[in-house]
């Protein structure tokens, strides 16, 4: 068994506009990009998702809680602060939804995550990506300019 871990970041645009439930969150307000993951090699055909987390470089008020909705192929990214939108094509090549809303803080920093889960996704052979969207789950109002790293963890299948 292949274990790997890969990362993706956004930083946010530069406003304090607060997020509502269902609301993308995103690195442009104009032009979204999703995220990228780097999970395989041509010898897998398959991964198994362990552990997600979100880092935030700020310490919010209130501590978001995400989605994370991974896609095997490309996704048009929903602009930031909008209501997450996902084309019926994209949705039925399968994504998975990982609910993120385990939350840990410091004084100038957080982290939500998901652990210990067992999230299967099949990997298309043509580029080994995983693609990332992220949706508010709760109201939140973000830092100017946050960082947010996602990271996903898991092992990978033949």
Same mark, same amino acid.
């Given at each position: 068994?292949?274990?790997?871990?890969?990362?993706?970041?956004?930083?946010? %645009?530069?406003?304090?506009?607060?997020?509502?439930?269902?609301?993308? #969150?995103?690195?442009?307000?104009?032009?979204?990009?999703?995220?990228?993951?780097?999970?395989?090699?041509?010898?897998?055909?398959?991964?198994?998702?362990?552990? #997600?987390?979100?880092?935030?470089?700020?310490?919010?008020?209130?501590? %978001?809680?995400?989605?994370?909705?991974?896609?095997?192929?490309?996704?048009?990214?929903?602009?930031?602060?909008a209501a997450l939108s #996902?084309?019926?094509?994209?949705?039925?090549?399968?994504?998975?939804?990982?609910?993120?809303?385990?939350?840990?803080?410091?004084?100038?920093?957080?982290? #939500?995550?998901?652990?210990?889960?067992?999230?299967?996704?099949?990997?298309?052979?043509?580029?080994?990506n995983l693609y990332g969207?992220?949706?508010?789950?709760?109201?939140?109002?973000?830092?100017?300019?946050?960082v947010l790293t996602v990271?996903?963890?898991?092992?990978?299948?033949?």
């Amino acid at each position: 068994m292949d274990i790997f871990s890969a990362t993706a970041s956004i930083t946010r %645009p530069e406003n304090t506009t607060a997020y509502a439930i269902g609301d993308a #969150v995103s690195n442009s307000t104009s032009a979204a990009v999703a995220m990228s993951f780097k999970v395989g090699n041509s010898n897998h055909e398959r991964a198994v998702i362990t552990k #997600v987390q979100v880092i935030s470089d700020v310490k919010a008020a209130t501590l %978001p809680m995400f989605n994370l909705w991974l896609f095997r192929e490309t996704v048009v990214a929903t602009n930031d602060n909008a209501a997450l939108s #996902v084309t019926d094509a994209s949705v039925q090549t399968g994504p998975s939804v990982i609910a993120l809303n385990t939350q840990w803080y410091t004084a100038i920093n957080s982290i #939500v995550e998901a652990t210990n889960i067992q999230v299967p996704v099949i990997l298309e052979r043509a580029d080994m990506n995983l693609y990332g969207l992220l949706q508010a789950t709760n109201a939140y109002t973000p830092a100017s300019a946050e960082v947010l790293t996602v990271i996903i963890e898991g092992y990978l299948v033949r």
